[in-house]
């Protein structure tokens, strides 16, 4: 058994080999998730399809996960282009969250579009970045 | 007549109780990560899960005896002792998880903070369990759970392609990363073959007087209910790869998870998911925290039964009291109810071969079942569930590792 565990070790070193650059846009995913999350969220509270309350609770959780990906951003040794357009996106994230639960706040529907419309845009150049990675 | 409706009642407890939060946390995941590649998992997971019930419900209806009070009985305390150790604590994790489950509801509901609910969830389940006889648990449960098929009819409405339906049915490589893939289908698999089903089937079973006569009821059970059960889970699957996939959104969270049925419901699907979950959440709690009890009186020869007096089964009644105010805390202290539930499910996956061994070799005691022991169909289907199960416990803690983030 323990040389089947060593055997798991082995391998799990050995596919864990990557680039600082890929270990970065791996770990900028859950973030991209979440920009996507909260596209969906403000364009389901746009429709009257979720309550505020949820809005709010949804944006404290990405939160917490673009909090996340910015500590690992600022430990990272990825190429500082690199670093500078996934903290990029993660601003425009985190202004267009303010924003939405602002919004939220005071039934502007208007700000609302505009931060589900920056949301999508951060999403995608994340996923673009993601699958230029898988191509590479 | 009694039998008939035995029959409806016991399909329908098996579709309202096999969705939990178990289910729940895995299937979203699967489908938003991987759309319907891992539907495999659950079909793999639903085949053992009907042998593992039909053979519990077989046993108990045979010998008039639930399975913990058997194998202690048969291969002696020291033996069972560890498979017990085990068990009680898998059941208290799933205990938590599923009142993180009905606490997160009642948050989606309320917009309160969730651990706020963790201790009042837990005294629901507790009256519950405290006012109520077997049938009622089992009846109003089994009911309540019926509105999981909205999954079934968001799934339909989102018409999916059906090619990459049927595809998703067998195994393939991942388009993502391996060792998410693997992590999630031995999570599915734990989610599925909970360890407290069988024993509490067996339980139930026997509470309820089950006799040889209600052999082909117990296989009809099984059959038609855990495959009606599983196509919830596999529509929970179809839903999540439908909506939440194509947009790039996994489930690292439930809140992401919550919007899975507004795109077929706009106006409903948030409350229905709300409701389902918390209603599945309710129902899959009052069945393992009995189990617990089950467990324990069977364990230490006390007097046990549903349908008895709290004062005629003291101990029976501390013990599903003890493990749910236990529970709670896990919900109370902060813990994350999806990481819990993926835990939890994933260890479930990995001690399975402790509780599944010992009753699989019971099934074979033709002293104890005579003709109603397993025979070469259910003994072939048993000795390949102990080498998946083995399987599953060597591989999952590396994959824990390497795909559980």
């Not at chain 2, 049938?135 to 009819?153: D, K, P, Q, R, Y």
């Not at chain 2, 099934?363 to 397993?374: E, G, T, V, Y």
């Amino acid at each position: 058994m323990r040389r089947l565990y060593f055997f798991f070790a082995i391998a799990l070193l050995a596919c864990s080999h990557k680039t600082a650059d890929q270990q970065l846009i791996d770990a900028a995913d859950p973030a991209a998730s979440w920009m996507a999350t909260l596209q969906l969220t403000g364009e389901k509270w746009l429709d009257n399809s979720v309550p505020s309350s949820f809005v709010r609770a949804t944006i404290g959780a990405a939160q917490k996960a673009f909090d996340k990906t910015s500590g690992t951003i600022a430990q990272s040794q990825a190429r500082k282009e690199l670093r500078d357009e996934i903290k990029r996106e993660l601003e425009t994230a985190r202004a267009a969250a303010g924003d939405l639960q602002q919004a939220i706040e005071k039934n502007d529907r208007r700000t609302a579009t505009g931060a589900v419309r920056r949301f999508a845009e951060a999403s995608a150049a994340l996923q673009r970045l993601q699958q230029q990675k898988n191509r590479e | 007549m009694k039998k008939a409706l035995t029959l409806a009642l016991g399909i329908l407890t098996s579709v309202g109780g096999f969705f939990d939060v178990g289910n729940i946390a895995t299937c979203t995941q699967a489908g938003a990560r991987f759309r319907f590649q891992l539907i495999w998992a659950m079909l793999l997971a639903t085949i053992v899960v009907i042998f593992l019930v039909e053979m519990s419900g077989r046993f108990a209806a045979v010998t008039g005896k639930a399975l913990p009070d058997a194998i202690r009985e048969h291969f002696g305390f020291g033996f069972w002792l560890v498979p017990f150790v085990i068990l009680t604590l898998i059941h208290i994790l799933v205990i938590a998880a599923e009142i993180g489950g009905m606490s997160f509801a009642l948050h989606l509901v309320t917009g309160l903070p969730l651990p706020l609910f963790a201790l009042p969830s837990a005294i629901l389940v507790w009256l519950f369990l405290w006012r109520s006889t077997f049938s009622a648990i089992e009846n109003s449960t089994s009911f309540l759970g019926l509105i999981t098929l909205c999954f079934v009819a968001a799934a339909v409405w989102l018409r999916p392609p059906i090619h990459e339906v049927l595809r998703g049915s067998l195994p393939s490589m991942p388009s993502g990363s391996a060792a998410n893939y693997w992590y999630i289908a031995v999570s599915i698999v734990g989610a599925v073959i909970a360890p407290f089903l069988f024993y509490f089937f067996s339980s139930g079973a026997v509470e309820v007087g089950w006799d040889r006569s209600y052999i082909p009821v117990n296989r009809a059970v099984a059959v038609i209910g855990m495959g009606f059960g599983s196509v919830i889970s596999i529509a929970a699957i179809i839903v999540a790869g439908a909506v939440l996939a194509p947009r790039g959104i996994r489930v690292d969270d439930f809140h992401q998870a919550a919007l899975m049925l507004t795109q077929a419901f706009p106006h409903w699907g948030f409350a229905l998911f709300a409701v389902s979950m918390g209603v599945a959440c309710f129902g899959a709690a009052v069945e393992v925290a009995l189990s617990t009890s089950y467990t324990f009186a069977q364990t230490f020869g006390w007097n046990w039964g549903e349908d008895l007096d709290p004062a005629e089964d003291a101990r029976f009644t501390l013990v599903y009291t003890v493990s749910l105010f236990v529970g709670s805390l896990f919900v109370l202290v902060g813990f994350d109810p999806l990481k819990l539930t993926l835990l939890t499910m994933f260890i479930s996956a990995a001690v399975l071969p402790f509780v599944a061994a010992p009753m699989l070799l019971l099934m074979n005691d033709r002293m104890l079942l005579r003709d109603a022991s397993n025979g070469i169909i259910s003994n072939i289907a048993a000795a390949l569930i102990v080498v998946m199960t083995l399987v599953l416990a060597v591989v999952s803690i590396p994959l824990a590792v390497m795909g559980g983030s």
